[in-house]
């Protein structure tokens, strides 16, 4: 190929694994690749290396995570608000939401919820950012009178960045970050053994257009990212309770730490749908972002041309994968799996994928590699 058809590359890995190195050199024609020194907990440092691509699909980029001192970016970080719905993990179907959570109208009407609306509030604390926290409000299903004063639930998590039980990796590639939060939940026993793992897509921004009395209009940017979420066992590579949650979010303001939907001015009556369906957004809400509708009226779950579909079903033919909503790909290997998000640009697809593998490593965690494509 000549210079110009050929975009520069950035490789690295964290750590290194045989069997990293055997998934990445599926391609057709492989040259040297050169395994960089490990990234160590703090990821503070970052190396390259080699690969070559297979003509069908080329690798644009693949490298490591920056700083954590950096990480306070758009996809980690803020107010985020939007909706989150749950899949098996099997067939890739959508699970409504649980009957105890929705009203007993709702269940006799059969109306049960697809999703639910959700606020995460997320901060950075200390000087050094070596801990997350990250406030969950979540509205709970509600019909009639009860729309104007919704009931939520309030769950804190906390991230601490700086022990061998979380790791946060970040990879920013022009406007768009891809981020990695896994944390140790197993038992005390075996902390290892369970691994509740998530990762974010940074997707296109919502933009707004807002009339002013001037005649001008002013665009309101939100950014958008996508959060795949699930456990795994990982001496058994399968996912706990058979479940996948996606969250599609909207970065809305700085952090406010859980009280845009739960401070004194909801406690006293208050948190009304309207408000709630301003913050997540009405391009979230009514965009059938789980592909509801699309699957009702016998469509494709994925928002892509048929050709395209097509030549991805082509090259995951014979292995465990599975399709979801917003475009998202899983992948199931020996001892690792594969998180990869398609987007359709300028007549191009493009593929970023986050592989994690679960062979031994000192930090209990496996191994970990980014990549982006383009065919």
């Known amino acids: 190929r000549s210079a ?12 290194s694994s045989p069997l990293l190195l055997h998934l990445l050199t599926r391609a057709r024609t492989i040259t040297s690749f050169v395994l960089p020194t490990p990234i160590h907990q703090s ?33 980690a970080g803020g ?7 749950t899949f098996s993990s099997k ?16 269940i006799e009407w059969g109306a049960i919820p697809s999703y639910l609306e959700m606020l995460v509030s997320e901060d950075f604390l200390k000087e050094n950012q070596e801990k997350m926290e990250r406030t969950i409000i979540t509205v709970l299903p509600e019909v009639g009178c009860g729309i104007d004063n919704l009931e939520t639930t309030k769950k804190v998590e906390e991230y601490n960045l700086q022990t061998d039980e979380c790791r946060l990796i970040k990879w920013k590639d022009g406007k768009q970050d891809v981020v990695v939060i896994d ?43 996508v959060r795949i979420l ?19 979010e909207r970065l809305y303001s700085t952090s406010s730490q859980g009280t845009r939907w739960s401070g004194p001015q909801h406690n006293s009556g208050g948190l009304d749908a309207r408000s709630v369906m301003n913050t997540i957004g009405k391009d979230i809400v009514y965009g059938d972002v789980f592909g509801v509708k699309r699957i009702k009226g016998g469509e494709d779950v994925w928002i892509m ?16 994968s599975i399709r979801l909503p917003q475009n998202i790909l899983i ?45």
């Open 230 to 248: 699930f456990t795994i066992d990982t001496t058994s590579n399968l996912i706990i309770k058979d479940t996948i949650t996606i969250n599609v």
């Open 43 to 75: 990821f503070s440092s970052c190396s390259r290396n080699r690969h070559v691509l297979p003509d069908t699909m080329r690798t644009i980029n693949q490298k490591s995570c920056s700083s954590t001192t950096a990480l306070a970016s758009i996809a």
């Open 91 to 106: 067939t890739g179907e959508l699970i409504p939401v649980p009957e105890h959570l929705v009203p007993e109208s709702m």
């Open 331 to 375: 992948q199931f290997h020996d001892q690792a799996i594969e998180l990869s998000h398609f987007d359709v640009i300028d007549s191009k697809l493009y593929r970023r994928s986050v592989l994690r593998s679960f062979d031994s490593s000192e930090d209990g965690f496996g191994s970990v590699i980014y990549r982006e494509e383009e065919r």
């Open 4 to 15: 110009n058809a050929m975009m520069k590359m950035r490789a690295a890995i964290a750590p």
């Open 79 to 85: 107010d985020h608000a939007g909706l989150s719905a």
């Open 183 to 225: 944390r140790k939940v197993g038992p005390s026993s075996a902390p290892d053994q369970l691994v509740a793992m998530e990762t974010m897509f940074q997707v296109a921004s919502e933009v707004v257009a807002d009339d002013q009395d001037d005649d001008e209009t002013k665009e309101e940017v939100y950014p958008r990212r």
């Open 305 to 320: 041309d048929d050709a395209v579909k097509d030549s991805v079903t082509e090259e995951t033919e014979g292995g465990n």
